[in-house]
């Protein structure tokens, strides 16, 4: 059935409050119309009567013309003012329901599993309710006449004749004496004046009249004036076929008319005007118009200007009401009273009474749309009520004073117009004689639908609330509307009010028993809510994890973790058994399987919902189409499918973990290896690269805890598992293999009590190559319901577009799972024999043992430490058998101890800088370059030398000395990779390998002490004197020290014996030892030395276009050993050499990355050497006096001696063809970035007392000048020493004598003896070259007055380097000095 659409919320209260006619016929016209299936004349003219185009300008109360479009008209055939029994609330539960019946209860078009469509927020309410449209629309059409209000009142009185009659005009004069007439001029408002309008009708089934009609229609209009017209109908005799287009339109007229004025009265299949043409419904049409234009406007306009003059003095001002009240209050009884009592006791006006009158002035206004004048009058009769106490008469004035104020366009406060509304309703419903429940519910349906119209929303809420809680159905469709207000508010919708007051609208149509209502309602709350917390989430990071609910939005999950779960609970218990009471079982387990998901609910609530659940499953088992509890325990495929879903337990997927050969020690993975010294990394994708070998175990790790503040159980927890076979095994195996691809355990029974969360492993093995996929979880929930849990992994936040970091978007889930490669390696690794204590500096053996398990030979296998200087690493061995194991370990050892030690040896030393992080057991040996190991510029490298391949089955046995290399606890982790293939050449620029990670736990104890100073040689300023201070922190620990060896470029370090040093140096528990050293400089060849290499590689990294890629030149090594016991050891053996080495080389690239962070740590080995030429690196070997007999060692590398070699500055000078040029800003900001950071670190790490030449004074030979005299002469060699290695001096040297004094330095140490004793002779002043690392020797003189010991040295020596115009880089040192002693040089005059 078509339903009506308004435009406009004020075209339906213009209908409601529109003039009615009263239509009388006479027999003959009850038989024309009922030939078109209408009932009465009534009923064929009221299709006609709605939006008459009268197109006429009238005159308001005030005497201004306005326009009048269109007007409504609505035809009765009775009129009678009778008492109306109130409402019961059965009554208006009927009327509702009737009104549900026809209407779609399931469709929710504002809301989906996303939240609301916005969309269908544009359209109106009562497409989201039809039930509402239908029912206020039937309420309207049931209002009856009251004497408080004209508006159900005939203006006129239709007399209907038929031209057939054989004397119409005495047929109409029968009709105005009808007792419905009689009924209107005594109970109606018009009362006398009541406007008779006559229709004189021809039926065309009588053809013989059609010749006299219009003689007869003149008789008619001299009897009865212009009020009358002539109409023709049932032109239609030939019967044209119902099913043409022509008969079906006209039908729909009434059809359409009856579907509005009576929504609910069934009229399915009814044909209306079978007798009527086009040219009868276009008569029918302008006789209506005819009556309105002609005859009701005219006759309410003329009733208002009457009307207006008679009640002018009462609408001018207080005059009339003193008037009244005076008359009320002194005047005599002699004056009847306008007040009557009507039919249902409440107090009304005499309708000949000036508040009567007014009320009709007011209520014709109102229906010919003058609202603002209604307006006024309203008021002031409402005035003249109010002091009458006629509360209803009071109360329909408020009424429409606001309906007025809302007519109107201007939008108007809400104080302006809700205060009327609701003293209307408070009055109907409680100052009145008998509560007027009707006229109550009337007013809050008109109130509503303006507010609609204005878009007021935000009041509407309040309005429907008044509807009175004891009218059932009617209460529920008004919180219901409400709810629905709320969603219409113009900044957003209010998700959570809505969600409330459908919550109340649920629970009153339960009690009306409209199950279907409360059934929407409810959902409408579970999507709502969803929509809500969805909406205060979405600023989150972490995508939340999709669980299947009902809704398919995870609604349930959302609810069941806000403060909104016990609101869902009662949700979803109310609907599961909403559906179990219609037998919907599918819906209701999904409904009570909700209740399963919040930890929020009391126990015992969620004790009895679980109950509820089992119980429900085994009465409906038979109707959920599941199959037996042992074929879905066995995993099938397909399993989800067949159980259902529950969200307990909850299962994390992102906390599940697939652990390839859980029985091995290590964690698992598939690594990107690089060379260079990182740790092997997962892949570039992001992406867990899961694979295993064919035959091999993998354990499933699930987390899996209860949301339930009660215990539960699982029984036969397994996986459901999909598994595609690679190609070239089912070429293999073939199609009629029977054997299973994989297999899985299954745990028997879960026990997980209230909040407790628990580990669950599943382990799975495969027996052939393919693709292993994890769809899920299966299990018997209590040991009754099967249950599905699905397992993917949540995507992850995409942010490459703008759209993307704007609006929160992920990637698609992904399932669990992993690949079986039957060329995969599985490589066992065992550690054997690391400990968990050390001594700080001792060593301790320590195996790993790896064995390939897998079918193919292992082309690669590689080594990662974290921490280089704990661990060295000896060349593996294959081995076949335990006993062969152990006859290796007892093979090899570390230190190599020799009864021949030389004091002083040389060794040429690869110096360049190389990752000392990674080890190659198998394959082909690699440098950190990706360069092949081997010899280098005809230098051996001491690298370990790996294995070809490990084939199936072999084992490799690594020895390992692990050594304390730091005092405190260290977590050290390791890594081996292996592959199939040849992977070490690509490890430049990565390659993947299942890699296998460890970490060791290691705590470090002191043992000794070790500490480096550094004095100045007065004798030789060259040479410096070295101190060991040595100590033994131990407690109750004796420690001997085996030897001291020195490695350095430039030095020879010479122990300094005196008569008590014993030759076997032991330090007691808490002693000091100290030894003492002196260093010699050797010659060296100053153009090869690692600082030039690294001066010139920092100037091409700083300003050339290329970056270096040289490496250093081999250096020359000088070892000075001294034997401290009984043997000494061979420090250059090829094992501890290579441990040293790679200890210096990472003791190094960390001092590099902290001093240089601009400098990417690639570069290090193309910039910067192993050694430098004056560093001195120190190792000190000792081993434990009996106890456990422990032995090891301490080291101190880079120690500075205090001579000037700071380089680097050197490198910061652009080269001579100039600096390559910087085209961005931006790349010349960070070049001098880079200069001005080297420059702070090379400033910081300067010397103050570093002095480039120094000068010495020796005496050689002393002798009188002659016998008799006691002047003495002193022959001393004065030696100029140059402590650099790039640059020549020209100095002047200038000896001062005490008389001189003045003008030597300030900075002269005060000397013992006599000042005046003794002065040079000869020359003074020499003028002298040095070359780098040189020395000049120069003689001079000194005269002394008398024997003794004096303080000579008084000097000043200027000097400047022979290429000085270097010196033009603003970070360069000054190139010219002048120097002064810095100490006394004594010398003993004796003959």
Not at 62 to 68: R, S, V
Not at 675 to 680: I, K, Q, R, T
Not at 788 to 798: A, D, E, I, N, W
Not at 1325 to 1331: F, G, K
């Given at each position: 059935?078509?339903?009506?659409?308004?435009?406009?919320?004020?075209?339906f209260?213009a209908?409601?409050?529109?003039p009615?006619a009263?239509?009388?016929s006479?027999?003959?016209?009850?038989?024309?119309c009922?030939?078109?299936n209408?009932?009465?004349?009534?009923?064929?003219?009221?299709?006609?009567g709605?939006d008459?185009?009268?197109?006429?300008?009238?005159?308001?109360?005030?005497?201004?013309?306005?326009?009048?479009?269109?007007?409504?008209?609505?035809?009765?055939?009775?009129f009678?003012?009778?008492?109306r029994s109130?409402?019961?609330?059965?009554?208006?539960?009927?009327?509702?329901?009737t009104?549900?019946?026809?209407?779609?209860?399931?469709?929710?078009?504002?809301l989906?599993e996303?939240?609301?469509?916005?969309?269908?927020l544009?359209?109106d309410?009562?497409?989201?309710?039809?039930?509402?449209?239908?029912?206020r629309?039937q309420?309207?059409?049931?209002?009856q006449p009251?004497?408080?209000?004209s508006?159900?009142?005939p203006?006129?009185c239709?007399?209907?004749?038929?031209?057939s009659?054989d004397?119409?005009?005495?047929?109409l004069?029968?009709?105005q004496a009808h007792?419905?007439?009689?009924r209107v001029q005594?109970?109606?408002f018009?009362?006398?004046n009541?406007l008779?309008?006559?229709?004189?009708?021809?039926?065309?089934?009588d053809?013989?009249?059609?010749q006299t009609?219009?003689?007869?229609?003149?008789q008619?209009r001299r009897a009865?004036?212009?009020?009358?017209?002539?109409?023709k109908?049932?032109?239609?005799?030939?019967?044209?076929?119902?099913?043409?287009?022509?008969?079906?339109?006209?039908?729909?007229?009434?059809a359409?008319?009856?579907?509005?004025?009576?929504p609910?009265d069934?009229?399915p299949d009814s044909?209306?005007?079978?007798?009527?043409?086009?040219r009868?419904v276009?008569?029918?049409?302008?006789?209506?118009k005819?009556?309105m234009?002609?005859?009701?406007?005219p006759?309410?306009?003329?009733?208002?200007?009457?009307?207006?003059?008679?009640t002018?003095?009462?609408?001018?001002?207080?005059?009339g009401?003193?008037f009244?009240?005076?008359?009320?209050y002194?005047?005599?009884?002699?004056?009847?009273s306008?007040t009557?009592?009507?039919?249902?006791?409440?107090?009304?006006?005499?309708y000949?009474?000036?508040?009567?009158?007014?009320?009709?002035?007011?209520d014709?206004?109102?229906?010919?749309?003058?609202f603002?004048?209604?307006?006024?009058v309203?008021?002031?009769?409402?005035?003249?009520?109010q002091?009458?106490?006629?509360?209803k008469c009071?109360?329909?004035a408020?009424?429409?004073?606001g309906?007025?104020?809302l007519?109107l366009?201007?939008h108007?406060?809400?104080?302006?117009?809700?205060?009327?509304?609701?003293?209307?309703?408070?009055?109907?419903l409680?100052?009145t004689?008998?509560?007027?429940?009707h006229?109550?519910i009337?007013?809050?349906?008109?109130?509503?639908?303006?507010l609609?119209?204005?878009k007021l929303?935000?009041?509407?809420?309040t309005?429907?609330?008044?509807v009175p809680?004891?009218?059932?159905?009617?209460?529920?469709?008004?919180c219901?509307?409400a709810?629905?207000?709320?969603?219409?508010?113009?900044?957003?919708?209010?998700?959570?009010?809505f969600s409330?007051?459908?919550?109340?609208?649920?629970?009153e149509?339960?009690?009306?028993g409209?199950?279907?209502?409360?059934?929407?309602?409810?959902?409408?709350?579970?999507?709502?809510?969803?929509a809500?917390?969805a909406?205060?989430e979405?600023?989150?990071?972490e995508?939340?994890?999709n669980?299947?609910?009902?809704?398919?939005s995870?609604?349930?999950?959302?609810l069941?973790?806000?403060?909104?779960?016990s609101?869902?609970?009662?949700i979803?218990?109310?609907?599961?058994t909403?559906?179990?009471?219609?037998?919907d079982?599918?819906?209701a387990?999904?409904?009570f399987?909700?209740?399963?998901?919040?930890?929020?609910i009391?126990?015992?609530?969620?004790s009895k919902?679980l109950?509820e659940?089992?119980?429900l499953y085994?009465?409906?088992?038979?109707?959920?189409?599941l199959e037996?509890?042992?074929?879905?325990?066995?995993?099938?495929?397909?399993a989800?499918?067949?159980?259902?879903?529950?969200?307990v337990p909850t299962?994390d997927?992102?906390?599940?973990?697939?652990?390839?050969s859980?029985?091995l020690?290590?964690?698992?993975g598939?690594?990107?290896?690089r060379?260079?010294?990182?740790a092997p990394?997962a892949?570039?994708?992001?992406?867990?690269?899961?694979?295993?070998?064919?035959?091999?175990?993998?354990a499933?790790?699930?987390v899996?805890?209860?949301?339930?503040?009660?215990?539960?159980?699982?029984?036969g927890f397994?996986?459901?598992?999909h598994?595609d076979?690679?190609l070239?095994a089912?070429a293999?195996?073939?199609?009629?293999?029977?054997?299973?691809?994989?297999?899985?355990?299954?745990v028997?029974?879960?026990?997980?009590?209230?909040?407790?969360?628990s580990?669950v492993?599943?382990?799975?093995?495969?027996?052939?190559?393919?693709?292993?996929?994890?769809?899920?979880a299966?299990?018997?929930?209590?040991d009754i319901l099967?249950?599905?849990?699905?397992?993917?992994?949540p995507?992850k936040?995409?942010?490459?577009?703008?759209e993307?970091?704007?609006?929160?978007?992920?990637?698609?889930?992904?399932?669990?799972?992993?690949?079986?490669d039957?060329?995969f390696?599985?490589?066992e690794?065992?550690?054997?024999?690391?400990p968990?204590?050390?001594?700080?500096g001792?060593?301790?053996?320590a195996l790993?043992?790896?064995?390939?398990?897998?079918?193919?030979?292992?082309?690669?296998?590689m080594?990662w430490?974290?921490?280089?200087?704990?661990?060295d690493?000896?060349?593996?061995?294959?081995?076949?058998t335990?006993e062969?194991?152990?006859?290796?370990?007892?093979?090899?050892?570390?230190?190599v101890?020799?009864?021949?030690v030389?004091?002083t040896?040389?060794?040429?030393a690869?110096?360049v800088?190389?990752?000392c992080?990674?080890f190659?057991?198998?394959?082909?040996a690699?440098?950190?370059d990706?360069?092949?190991a081997g010899?280098?510029?005809?230098?051996k490298?001491?690298?370990?030398?790996?294995?070809?391949?490990?084939?199936p089955?072999?084992?490799?046995?690594?020895?390992?000395?692990?050594r304390?290399?730091?005092?405190?606890?260290?977590?050290?982790?390791?890594?081996?990779?292996?592959?199939?293939t040849?992977?070490?050449r690509?490890?430049?620029?990565?390659?993947?390998?299942r890699?296998?990670?460890?970490?060791?736990?290691?705590?470090v104890?002191?043992?000794?002490?070790?500490?480096?100073?550094?004095r100045p040689?007065?004798?030789?300023?060259?040479?410096?004197?070295?101190?060991?201070?040595?100590?033994n922190?131990?407690?109750?620990?004796?420690i001997?020290?085996v030897?001291?060896?020195?490695t350095?470029?430039?030095?020879?370090?010479?122990p300094l014996?005196?008569?008590?040093?014993?030759?076997?140096?032991?330090?007691?528990?808490?002693q000091t030892v100290?030894?003492?050293y002196?260093?010699?400089?050797r010659a060296?060849?100053?153009?090869?030395?690692?600082?030039?290499?690294?001066?010139?590689?920092l100037?091409?990294y700083?300003?050339?276009?290329d970056?270096?890629?040289?490496?250093?030149a081999?250096i020359?090594?000088?070892?000075?050993?001294?034997?401290l016991?009984?043997?000494?050891?061979d420090?250059?053996?090829?094992?501890?050499?290579?441990y040293?080495?790679?200890?210096?080389?990472?003791?190094?690239r960390t001092m590099l990355?902290?001093?240089?962070?601009l400098?990417?740590?690639?570069f290090?080995?193309?910039?910067f050497?192993?050694?430098?030429?004056?560093?001195?690196?120190?190792?000190?070997?000792?081993?434990?006096?009996?106890?456990?007999?422990?032995?090891?060692h301490?080291?101190?590398?880079?120690i500075?001696?205090?001579?000037?070699?700071?380089y680097?500055?050197?490198?910061?000078?652009?080269?001579?063809?100039?600096?390559?040029?910087m085209w961005?800003?931006?790349?010349?900001?960070d070049?001098?970035e880079?200069?001005?950071?080297?420059?702070?670190?090379s400033?910081?790490s300067?010397?103050?007392?570093?002095r480039?030449?120094?000068?010495?004074?020796?005496l050689?030979?002393?002798r009188?000048?002659?016998?008799?005299?006691?002047l003495?002469?002193a022959?001393?060699?004065?030696?100029?020493?140059?402590?650099?290695?790039?640059?020549a001096?020209?100095?002047?040297?200038r000896?001062?004598?005490p008389?001189?004094?003045?003008?030597?330095?300030?900075?002269?140490?005060?000397?013992?003896?006599?000042q005046?004793?003794?002065t040079?002779c000869?020359v003074?002043?020499?003028?002298?070259?040095?070359?780098?690392l040189?020395?000049?020797?120069?003689?001079?003189?000194?005269?002394c007055?008398?024997?003794?010991?004096?303080?000579?040295g008084?000097?000043?020596?200027?000097?400047?380097a022979?290429?000085?115009?270097?010196?033009?880089?603003p970070?360069?040192?000054?190139?010219e000095?002048?120097?002064h002693?810095?100490?006394?040089?004594?010398?003993?005059?004796t003959?």
């Amino acid at each position: 059935m078509p339903r009506p659409t308004l435009a406009q919320k004020r075209d339906f209260v213009a209908k409601a409050f529109c003039p009615r006619a009263l239509v009388l016929s006479t027999p003959a016209i009850a038989d024309a119309c009922a030939v078109n299936n209408c009932s009465t004349f009534a009923d064929l003219l009221a299709p006609f009567g709605q939006d008459v185009s009268t197109q006429i300008t009238i005159q308001d109360g005030q005497g201004a013309p306005y326009f009048l479009d269109k007007l409504n008209i609505k035809f009765t055939t009775d009129f009678k003012i009778e008492k109306r029994s109130t409402h019961s609330r059965t009554e208006i539960d009927d009327l509702v329901h009737t009104s549900v019946l026809d209407s779609d209860q399931t469709n929710v078009p504002f809301l989906t599993e996303h939240g609301v469509d916005p969309s269908a927020l544009s359209s109106d309410t009562s497409v989201w309710a039809p039930w509402y449209t239908l029912f206020r629309q039937q309420w309207m059409t049931t209002m009856q006449p009251s004497e408080h209000e004209s508006f159900m009142h005939p203006v006129a009185c239709v007399l209907v004749a038929s031209g057939s009659e054989d004397d119409p005009v005495g047929a109409l004069r029968t009709l105005q004496a009808h007792a419905a007439v009689n009924r209107v001029q005594t109970q109606g408002f018009s009362g006398a004046n009541v406007l008779f309008y006559y229709v004189l009708v021809h039926d065309g089934r009588d053809p013989g009249v059609l010749q006299t009609i219009d003689h007869t229609f003149d008789q008619v209009r001299r009897a009865f004036g212009q009020n009358s017209s002539l109409l023709k109908i049932n032109s239609n005799t030939d019967l044209i076929d119902a099913d043409t287009s022509e008969q079906s339109k006209i039908s729909s007229i009434w059809a359409n008319t009856l579907s509005t004025t009576q929504p609910l009265d069934p009229h399915p299949d009814s044909v209306f005007g079978s007798m009527l043409n086009m040219r009868d419904v276009t008569a029918l049409r302008d006789t209506v118009k005819q009556m309105m234009v002609r005859g009701i406007v005219p006759h309410m306009q003329y009733m208002i200007r009457v009307l207006s003059d008679q009640t002018a003095n009462q609408r001018r001002g207080i005059t009339g009401r003193l008037f009244s009240a005076g008359r009320r209050y002194f005047g005599t009884a002699a004056k009847a009273s306008n007040t009557l009592t009507g039919v249902d006791g409440d107090t009304y006006f005499r309708y000949d009474s000036a508040e009567a009158q007014m009320r009709k002035l007011a209520d014709y206004s109102f229906m010919l749309k003058d609202f603002r004048f209604a307006q006024s009058v309203y008021q002031v009769a409402r005035r003249d009520f109010q002091s009458e106490k006629a509360w209803k008469c009071y109360a329909g004035a408020q009424e429409m004073v606001g309906v007025c104020k809302l007519m109107l366009e201007v939008h108007a406060t809400r104080a302006e117009f809700d205060s009327n509304f609701e003293d209307a309703v408070t009055m109907y419903l409680h100052k009145t004689h008998a509560p007027c429940q009707h006229l109550a519910i009337r007013c809050i349906i008109i109130y509503y639908e303006l507010l609609k119209h204005h878009k007021l929303y935000s009041f509407a809420p309040t309005t429907l609330l008044r509807v009175p809680n004891s009218s059932g159905a009617l209460r529920a469709m008004a919180c219901e509307q409400a709810a629905y207000a709320f969603l219409k508010f113009p900044n957003r919708p209010e998700l959570r009010k809505f969600s409330f007051y459908a919550m109340l609208a649920a629970q009153e149509y339960q009690r009306a028993g409209i199950a279907s209502l409360a059934h929407r309602c409810l959902r409408m709350v579970r999507l709502s809510l969803g929509a809500t917390l969805a909406t205060d989430e979405s600023e989150s990071s972490e995508k939340p994890v999709n669980d299947k609910s009902l809704d398919g939005s995870g609604t349930s999950r959302a609810l069941a973790s806000s403060n909104w779960s016990s609101i869902d609970s009662y949700i979803n218990h109310e609907l599961g058994t909403q559906c179990m009471a219609a037998q919907d079982y599918d819906h209701a387990l999904q409904y009570f399987m909700a209740l399963m998901g919040s930890d929020q609910i009391p126990p015992k609530l969620q004790s009895k919902y679980l109950q509820e659940l089992l119980q429900l499953y085994l009465e409906s088992s038979d109707k959920l189409d599941l199959e037996s509890e042992k074929e879905l325990a066995a995993g099938l495929d397909g399993a989800q499918n067949k159980r259902v879903e529950l969200s307990v337990p909850t299962i994390d997927a992102r906390m599940t973990r697939v652990i390839m050969s859980p029985d091995l020690e290590g964690e698992d993975g598939v690594l990107e290896w690089r060379n260079g010294g990182p740790a092997p990394s997962a892949l570039v994708n992001g992406s867990a690269d899961h694979r295993c070998s064919v035959g091999e175990s993998v354990a499933v790790l699930l987390v899996v805890k209860n949301p339930l503040t009660i215990g539960i159980t699982l029984n036969g927890f397994t996986l459901d598992c999909h598994f595609d076979a690679a190609l070239d095994a089912k070429a293999t195996n073939g199609d009629e293999s029977e054997s299973p691809a994989f297999a899985i355990t299954t745990v028997d029974t879960v026990v997980l009590e209230g909040g407790q969360t628990s580990m669950v492993t599943v382990t799975i093995t495969t027996h052939c190559a393919g693709r292993l996929t994890i769809r899920g979880a299966t299990y018997l929930l209590c040991d009754i319901l099967p249950t599905y849990k699905t397992l993917k992994m949540p995507g992850k936040r995409l942010n490459d577009t703008m759209e993307q970091r704007v609006t929160p978007t992920y990637s698609a889930d992904t399932q669990l799972g992993f690949q079986v490669d039957a060329s995969f390696p599985r490589l066992e690794a065992v550690l054997e024999d690391f400990p968990d204590t050390l001594m700080s500096g001792s060593m301790q053996r320590a195996l790993i043992r790896l064995t390939n398990r897998t079918q193919q030979s292992c082309q690669s296998i590689m080594l990662w430490l974290s921490h280089p200087s704990f661990f060295d690493v000896a060349s593996p061995q294959l081995v076949d058998t335990d006993e062969a194991s152990a006859e290796l370990a007892e093979s090899q050892s570390m230190y190599v101890y020799s009864d021949n030690v030389e004091a002083t040896s040389e060794v040429l030393a690869a110096n360049v800088l190389r990752d000392c992080s990674m080890f190659v057991l198998a394959g082909p040996a690699i440098a950190s370059d990706g360069s092949a190991a081997g010899t280098e510029c005809g230098v051996k490298s001491h690298a370990l030398i790996p294995v070809e391949t490990l084939g199936p089955g072999e084992s490799l046995l690594v020895p390992v000395w692990i050594r304390g290399d730091r005092v405190g606890a260290h977590t050290l982790s390791m890594a081996i990779g292996a592959s199939t293939t040849q992977s070490t050449r690509a490890l430049t620029t990565g390659c993947k390998m299942r890699t296998r990670k460890f970490e060791i736990d290691l705590v470090v104890t002191p043992s000794l002490r070790v500490n480096a100073f550094v004095r100045p040689s007065v004798q030789n300023p060259h040479e410096r004197i070295l101190g060991i201070e040595i100590e033994n922190v131990q407690s109750g620990l004796d420690i001997q020290l085996v030897q001291s060896t020195f490695t350095s470029g430039h030095y020879e370090l010479l122990p300094l014996r005196t008569g008590t040093t014993p030759r076997v140096v032991q330090i007691g528990s808490k002693q000091t030892v100290n030894l003492m050293y002196k260093a010699r400089p050797r010659a060296r060849d100053v153009q090869a030395q690692p600082e030039q290499f690294t001066i010139s590689a920092l100037q091409q990294y700083i300003f050339a276009k290329d970056k270096p890629t040289a490496v250093p030149a081999p250096i020359r090594l000088v070892h000075s050993n001294a034997v401290l016991g009984h043997q000494g050891i061979d420090s250059t053996h090829s094992s501890l050499q290579a441990y040293i080495a790679r200890s210096q080389a990472h003791r190094r690239r960390t001092m590099l990355r902290n001093a240089y962070p601009l400098i990417p740590e690639k570069f290090h080995s193309a910039l910067f050497p192993l050694y430098e030429t004056f560093g001195i690196d120190f190792v000190l070997f000792w081993s434990e006096t009996g106890g456990k007999g422990r032995t090891g060692h301490h080291s101190i590398t880079g120690i500075d001696l205090g001579v000037p070699h700071d380089y680097i500055n050197e490198a910061l000078t652009p080269p001579a063809s100039g600096a390559a040029r910087m085209w961005l800003k931006d790349t010349e900001h960070d070049r001098q970035e880079l200069i001005q950071s080297i420059a702070n670190r090379s400033a910081a790490s300067a010397h103050r007392t570093e002095r480039t030449l120094d000068v010495a004074l020796r005496l050689t030979g002393v002798r009188r000048v002659s016998e008799a005299d006691a002047l003495c002469v002193a022959d001393i060699e004065v030696s100029v020493y140059n402590h650099s290695w790039q640059h020549a001096y020209n100095a002047t040297l200038r000896l001062i004598s005490p008389s001189e004094s003045g003008q030597a330095s300030e900075t002269k140490p005060e000397s013992s003896g006599p000042q005046a004793a003794w002065t040079w002779c000869g020359v003074t002043t020499h003028t002298l070259s040095v070359d780098p690392l040189g020395s000049v020797c120069v003689q001079a003189q000194v005269a002394c007055s008398a024997l003794g010991i004096i303080d000579v040295g008084m000097w000043e020596l200027s000097a400047t380097a022979v290429n000085a115009t270097a010196a033009t880089s603003p970070y360069a040192k000054s190139l010219e000095c002048k120097l002064h002693p810095l100490h006394p040089s004594f010398i003993n005059v004796t003959i």
